[in-house]
């Protein structure tokens, strides 16, 4: 079906691969699937009793794709979704998710997703999740997602997480269970300016031995925006973490970065950095020695470091 300028403006911002109606595929709009497709090794079904989607994926999936996009173009709307992912033993797969909201009216504008993972032995998963806001209206733009993931013996989970601009607030939930030999990595990258604000709490729990997990969140605060990081890394059995909380800090913003580690077993391997700081003064310089005005050499130190 042929989608309208501005689903299409949105879906751009937040799917980086490019949406298109083949192969597996569901375009959640205003509340209801717009447009759905199934591949041969991927397929996805309407929820009994709840809003939301499950997502069979069958070991026959090695390298597919599968792109579930939401976008919410009606002002004042709140919208809640339930998608569960079955990714059977040794699938390969990447899916693409994200929510973009498009708001041109006085109301805010919400949406809460929650989506659960449970992943078989040996599987390998890349989750994209782009969050964005845009429009000309004074409503609010909310996003609140919930990330949970059950990871076999030997699964390998890449959770790649980006909020671009434009929403005004959300909370983060990201809640992990590690089986024996696997593999988490984590890379949260987010911008705020104005009055926005957003709140990240996360608990990776290493219960099989021999897990790996590795978290890296990079973020950049402006205005008078306000920033939470709380990530925590509970070692149950032998395995090792590492968590790396970096952020610039501009304006009159403000960030809290809250690394935590509990280790619970004594081969338990756990580090943990933070770091928050202004933009490097010697950078911008060299920039502007280029020609560049301040604002130029500002975002491109900004575009470097959360890319």
């Known amino acids: 079906m042929e989608l309208d300028a501005v689903t299409s403006k949105v879906l751009a911002a937040i799917d980086a691969g490019g949406f298109q109606q083949e192969g597996a595929y569901n375009l959640r709009y205003n509340g209801q699937a717009l447009c759905h497709g199934d591949s041969e090794h991927i397929k996805i079904k309407k929820k009994e009793g709840k809003p939301g989607i499950d997502v069979f994926i069958s070991s026959g999936a090695q390298g597919e794709q599968v792109h579930i996009p939401v976008v919410i173009s009606k002002s004042g709307m709140s919208d809640i979704v339930y998608n569960d992912f079955y990714i059977e033993e040794g699938a390969d797969v990447v899916i693409v998710a994200g929510c973009g909201i498009h708001n041109s009216g006085c109301n805010e504008t919400r949406h809460d997703g ?68 696997s593999r988490l990595y984590v890379m949260e990258k987010l911008m705020t300016h104005d009055s926005q604000e957003a709140v990240s709490n996360m608990e990776i729990r290493m219960n099989g031995a021999g897990s790996l997990a590795q978290i890296v969140s990079r973020s950049v605060a402006k205005g008078s925006s306000r920033q939470t990081f709380h990530p925590n890394a509970v070692g149950n059995a032998l395995c090792k973490a590492h968590i790396q909380c970096d952020s610039i800090i501009m304006d009159q913003a403000q960030v809290c970065s809250i690394p935590e580690i509990d280790a619970r077993n004594v081969d338990a391997q756990i580090i943990h950095e933070a770091a928050i700081g202004r933009i490097n003064t010697e950078q911008l310089l060299k920039l502007r020695s280029f020609g560049m005005t301040e604002e130029e050499a500002e975002n491109v130190v900004i575009d470097n470091f959360l890319h």
């Open 114 to 181: 929650v989506h659960a993972f449970h992943v078989g032995k040996n599987a390998k998963v890349v989750y994209e999740e782009k969050h964005y806001g845009e429009g000309e209206g004074t409503g609010e733009n909310i996003l609140n997602p919930v990330t949970q993931i059950d990871l076999e013996e030997g699964a390998v989970f890449t959770l790649d997480t980006v909020q671009i601009r434009g929403v005004d607030s959300t909370q983060r939930r990201t809640d992990v269970d590690m089986g024996p030999g």
